[in-house]
């Protein structure tokens, strides 16, 4: 009888541990971290969105908590969002340029695709982006201000500095302990294009990039923290992108197509903005470059989410 009870005693207690543990892996938030320029901000038009679009996003405000700094040129007053995944009431120009009023960038979808996949979990986006920024400049972690000069870059924020002291300040409002870090995007490659400021800044993206992941992966502890790249800028910056994405692990690129047949096409504004092409992705692009950041990220990083 006494082992009986013994075995009975045993059994309970560590039914019970399992069930904490179990209690408290699920109950971590897990945070993705969201940086770039302007197709990271984000210009897809919101008035859009399906009735299932915002049944989806309705579905996600119940567990995509959100924080967001948006800044622009001559604009001293940045765009905060510190709240749930939404959609953005952009700057004056935006609407303007756009013909919008209302915005969303990759996290939308991502996040609306992410909970239909893992609805009783917790997630928390933390983005920060700029339009018209470079890693080569603004967001290089090694920033100096020859290099910011180099892109005409010196009075722009040091973008790195502000995305961490960002994300550092959000991480620090929750429990310790209570969340993991378990994925990055970026959106940026456009401004390390071209030759307007000489080769350096697409012939050293790689070199950026690599210390960009590393740095990151440094500061919150993470070593293989997955890093999720949109294929976006030359082919010459692109093909820097699958450079890293080939010598660093979990570095993912996503690889995008213009053209209407392709299964991973991202159409563009067609219309024209002060006789250039408006050129940002629209309703349809930026919604499909939401789900090809989920489907990458579910294909080869869904371990991360337990």
Request: charged content about 25%; overall charge positive.
């Amino acid at each position: 009888m006494k082992k009986l009870l013994l075995l009975l005693f045993t059994s309970i207690v560590y039914f019970n541990s399992q069930s904490q543990e179990n209690v408290s892996h699920t109950s971590k938030t897990k945070v993705f971290l969201l940086a770039g320029q302007s197709n990271m901000d984000g210009r897809g038009d919101a008035s859009k969105m399906t009735k299932q679009d915002k049944k989806g996003l309705k579905l996600a405000q119940n567990n995509i908590s959100y924080y967001y700094k948006g800044t622009t040129n001559n604009i001293k007053e940045p765009i905060i969002i510190d709240g749930v995944l939404d959609v953005t009431d952009p700057w004056e120009y935006v609407k303007k340029k756009f013909r919008i009023e209302k915005c969303f960038g990759p996290e939308l979808f991502f996040g609306i695709e992410l909970i239909k996949q893992y609805p009783e979990e917790k997630f928390l986006f933390i983005k920060r982006s700029e339009g018209g920024t470079s890693l080569y400049g603004a967001w290089n972690p090694n920033w100096t201000l020859e290099k910011a000069q180099l892109k005409e870059e010196e009075h722009k924020p040091k973008l790195y500095e502000d995305f961490i002291d960002i994300v550092d300040s959000q991480l620090e409002k929750l429990q310790p302990g209570s969340y993991e870090i378990v994925g990055m995007l970026w959106v940026q490659g456009e401004s390390d294009s071209g030759n307007r400021h000489g080769p350096l800044p697409t012939e050293t993206y790689a070199e950026n990039l690599t210390s960009l992941v590393k740095k990151v992966r440094e500061h919150y502890k993470v070593d293989d923290l997955p890093f999720l790249l949109l294929g976006v800028g030359s082919n010459k910056v692109i093909n820097k992108m699958k450079e890293t994405s080939l010598n660093l692990s979990n570095v993912t690129l996503i690889e995008r197509s213009l053209k209407s047949y392709d299964e991973n096409y991202t159409p563009r504004y067609t219309h024209d903005w002060n006789g250039k092409p408006a050129n940002h992705y629209n309703y349809n692009g930026m919604k499909k470059i939401g789900k090809l950041f989920f489907e990458n990220y579910f294909k080869f990083y869904s371990n991360y989410i337990k």
